[in-house]
């Protein structure tokens, strides 16, 4: 009997599939997928195969990210901004409209909805951009770098999808913001973006303004615009302590809460598992946040700080707007609890974001020539 391929034995290949991985990173994120697939078998058990898949669809895609080195990745951030943005145009041209919003291509084969690849696309192209300046960014690069931002973002806000549309704007103002923006600057476009309020509230649409008319008193139309905080901030109350246990939910089981297994999902969790289920979750984040600026400190070129920066801090936004909406403290956007939400596209945007900070942590040693 003939031995294997020395390129197949099962220690080859076991160590060529863990040398770009990050181990606290990647059980970090387990971690939290594992959490998200109970929360999912709880409030929609239905698509408990479907979210298995998803995952696995994810660590494939996080295995291929973390292979490239950062200046590969340097080298694709205009490409693929540029093409994120063609096809932002032509969802605004021909895009299919669904539930009032035009936000995928139909490219005959399957659909897509560009405005999730522009969450890494936008910082990747300003971590380039900063890099090719790195000597002493001026108060004209971040200008420039300003409307990088600004065009995809009000492209995916006139959709509309207001949500994706802040996760976006996040993910390159963090980018801007470590690159060294002027605290002056940011101090006159806060007065700026007060002052212009008036005016934003006027571009708004009819169903923004109701939600957040809806979240200063979601009293005033209970069993319409107002059910989805009514009921959610019910179910983190009455969780109390230790949770009424796995499955047991009523406002979830009953199905009081809609959205029970994406955006309000927060809400099932803090029903069943109670406080202390929610300082674990906090926990966490907060350990993948650390871990992850941990890897953006130790990055060797500014390209690859900014970047893992930017991407660490987008976990925190997605946590942060997804806990604050279903709290009742800030307006419903439908943006998806990080790894626990059920839904492909955003888990797999999340895992491409861990392949990238895998790549930078394992070529912190490398010097950019």
Do not use: C
């Amino acid at each position: 009997m003939t031995d294997l391929n020395p390129r197949w034995h099962p220690r080859i290949m076991w160590r060529w599939l863990m040398a770009p991985i990050d181990v606290p990173l990647l059980s970090l994120a387990a971690l939290l997928m594992l959490a998200g697939l109970v929360m999912v078998g709880s409030a929609a058990p239905e698509r408990l195969n479907s979210q298995l898949l998803n995952m696995m669809v994810a660590l494939v895609v996080m295995r291929l990210v973390a292979q490239l080195p950062p200046q590969r990745l340097m080298h694709l951030a205009p490409p693929i901004y540029v093409i994120g943005i063609v096809l932002l145009i032509a969802v605004a041209l021909f895009g299919d409209i669904s539930k009032g919003a035009r936000r995928w291509l139909d490219l005959q084969v399957t659909r897509v909805q560009p405005s999730e690849m522009m969450k890494i696309a936008v910082p990747l192209m300003l971590a380039w951009f900063f890099q090719k300046r790195e000597t002493l960014p001026r108060l004209r690069d971040h200008a420039v770098a300003a409307l990088f931002l600004l065009v995809p973002t009000a492209l995916i806000a006139r959709q509309p999808d207001l949500g994706t549309a802040i996760l976006v704007f996040a993910a390159g103002f963090y980018v801007i913001f470590l690159a060294g923006l002027p605290w002056k600057v940011m101090a006159g476009l806060a007065i700026t973006g007060a002052a212009a309020a008036p005016l934003a509230w006027n571009l708004l649409h009819d169903y923004q303004r109701a939600r957040i008319l809806t979240l200063l008193d979601p009293e005033k139309d209970p069993l319409g615009k107002g059910f989805h905080i009514i009921q959610s901030t019910i179910a983190i109350g009455a969780g109390g302590l230790l949770g009424k246990g796995w499955g047991q939910g009523t406002q979830a089981q009953l199905e009081f809460i809609p959205e029970r297994h994406t955006d309000f999902i927060f809400a099932v969790l803090s029903e069943e598992f109670g406080l202390l289920g929610n300082l674990v979750l906090l926990v966490l984040y907060a350990l993948l946040i650390g871990r992850g600026l941990m890897i953006a400190a130790n990055a060797p070129t500014l390209f690859a700080r900014l970047l893992a920066g930017a991407i660490t801090m987008i976990f925190f936004t997605y946590a942060f707007v997804n806990m604050g909406m279903v709290s009742g403290i800030l307006p419903v956007v439908g943006v998806p609890l990080p790894f626990i939400s059920y839904g492909g596209t955003a888990l797999v945007t999340l895992f491409l974001g861990i392949g990238i900070l895998m790549s930078i942590h394992r070529n912190r040693m490398l010097v950019q020539k």
